[in-house]
C-alpha cells in the first residue's frame, strides 16, 4: 500500500512539475522581448472604476455557471441555486489554487457532503459543462472572425485541433446519452471480461453513475438550455473584458474579444500550473498584439485581466470553504474520496 501510495505521489509530482514547465514556456515566449517597465507603467495607468465593474459582472457569469450545473443536475437531484453557488465558486476556487483542476473534484465531494449526490455521477455534468465552453469557444471564433479576421496560422489550428476534440467528445457522450441499454451491456461485458468479481462490480456501478449524470443529453430541449446558458455566460464573462479593456488607452471591437476569450480559454485546456499561469497569459497577448495592439499594453492588460478574473473569486471561495467548515485538507479528502469510489 505505501508502495502504491509513493507511486501516485511520484506520478503526481511529476504532473506538476510538467505543467509548471508548461506555464514556464508560455510565460517566456509571452513576454520576451517586452520591457517589464513598460508593462508595469500600464498597469499603473489602469482606472479602477471599470476594473471594478468588470469584476461585479463577472459574478454574473458564475451566476450562469451556478444555473447551469443546477440543470444539469436536475436528473439526479433539485439542488437549490443558493446552496449550489458556493459550491461552484469553492471549485473555481480549486481550480485557481490547486493543481490538476483539483476544483472539478472539490466541487463533487462538497456537493455529495452536503446533497448526497453520488460523485461520480456529478463530475459527469462537470465533465459535460466542460465540452458545452469547448463548443460555445468554437461558435465564438466562427462567429466572431467574419468581423475581426486575420490569418494567423497559429488561430487555425487552435480551431482545427479543438473542433476535433470537443465536438468529438460531444458526439461520444450523446451516443452513450442516447443508448443507455447498449452502453451499458458493452461496457458490462468489457468489465465482466477484463476485471475480477468485486472490482468487475465496482466498475459497472461507477459507469452506471456516470450513465446517470449523462441523462439530460436525452432530451432536446435540455441540449438547447444547456447551449442557451453557456452563450450566456461565455458572453458575460467577454462583457467583462470589454469593461476591462475601457480602464486602458486602447480599443478593440467586441468581436476581437469575443475571438481572444476563445483563443484562452481553449489554451487552458492544455496542463499547466494552477491558476492557468502562461495558458492564459501568452494566448490573450498574441490574439490582441495581431490585431494591432502595442505588445506592451497587450501584455499589461492580459496580466490585469487575468488577475481580475482569479482573485475575486479565489478569495470569496476560500470564505465558502471556510463558512461550510472545510479547509485545504478536504483537497486531499476529495481526492481519496474520489479515489475510493473508482477503486
Known sequence: MNTQRSVVSLQRLIMLLFGISISAVFMYVGLRGLKLSDVWHDVREVHLGWLLTGAAVYFLAVWGRTWRWHYLLRSIKAVPLQKLFPVVVIGYMGNNVYPFRA????????????????????????????????????????????????????????????????????????????????????????????????????????????????ENLRRPKDLLMTLVSSIFIWLTETTKY????????????????????????????????????????????????????????????????????????????????YRQGLGWGDFGRARAAVTQEIA
Open 242 to 321: 470589454w469593461f476591462v479593456m475601457h480602464a486602458f488607452d486602447f480599443r478593440v471591437s467586441f468581436f476581437v474579444l469575443m475571438v481572444m476569450t476563445a483563443v484562452v480559454n481553449l489554451a487552458t485546456t492544455l496542463p499547466s500550473s494552477p491558476g492557468y499561469v502562461g495558458t492564459f497569459d501568452t494566448p490573450g497577448i498574441k490574439t490582441l498584439t495581431a490585431y494591432g495592439v502595442k505588445e506592451s499594453v497587450a501584455a499589461s492588460y492580459t496580466l490585469v485581466l487575468h488577475a481580475a478574473l482569479w482573485l475575486p473569486i479565489t478569495l470569496l471561495g476560500f470564505w465558502f470553504l
Open 103 to 214: 476544483g472539478e473534484v472539490i466541487r463533487a465531494y462538497v456537493l455529495k457532503r452536503n446533497e448526497g449526490v453520488n460523485i461520480s455521477a456529478s463530475l459527469a455534468t462537470i465533465v459535460i459543462e466542460r465540452i458545452f465552453d469547448g463548443l460555445v469557444m468554437l461558435i465564438f471564433v466562427f462567429v466572431a472572425l467574419p468581423f475581426a479576421d486575420f490569418k494567423a496560422g497559429w488561430l487555425r489550428d487552435i480551431v482545427f485541433f479543438s473542433t476535433l476534440l470537443f465536438w468529438g467528445a460531444f458526439l461520444i457522450f450523446l451516443v452513450m446519452a442516447l443508448r443507455p441499454a447498449q452502453m451499458r451491456r458493452l461496457y458490462t461485458s468489457v468489465f465482466n471480461r477484463l476485471l475480477p468479481g468485486k472490482l468487475n462490480e465496482l466498475a459497472v456501478g461507477l459507469a452506471d453513475h456516470f450513465m446517470t449524470g449523462l
